[in-house]
């Protein structure tokens, strides 16, 4: 088992920063993939960005050259920047966890609004 728990979400003025974290724990060691997801009102939960135990990242078009994902293997963390913040990117955030056997593990999301 693994357990995810999100950090950082709040208000923010259009062209704001945030910086989401998560912070896993458990069985961390069968981790293959950490991402990020949102889901906004009323529609489905998207890909955010993804990034693989080798470093591969994976963005969706709409948040390339605005957001960064990261990790820090030493805190079992991994970060989600987000620059440059734009009303449409009001969701609830959520952080994944897949392990070795593509078993997905959810964090239990954390609110981004963007408005003026």
């Known amino acids: 088992q693994v357990q995810l728990v999100e950090s950082g979400g709040g208000l923010v003025q259009p062209g704001g920063s945030l910086r989401l974290s998560c912070a896993a724990s458990?069985?961390?060691?069968?981790?293959?993939?950490r991402g990020w997801y949102r889901q906004a009102l009323g529609k489905q939960r998207e890909l955010v960005a993804r990034?693989?135990?080798?470093?591969?990242?994976i963005y969706t078009d709409s948040v390339k050259g605005r957001f960064t994902i990261s990790r820090d293997n030493a805190k079992n963390t991994w970060n989600l920047q987000m620059n440059s913040l734009k009303p449409e990117d009001t969701a609830v955030y959520y952080c994944k966890a897949t392990a070795w056997d593509d078993t997905d593990y959810w964090g239990q999301g954390t609110q981004v609004t963007v408005s003026s």
């Open positions: 990034i693989t135990s080798s470093g591969t990242t």
């Open positions: 458990g069985n961390i060691f069968y981790i293959t993939s």
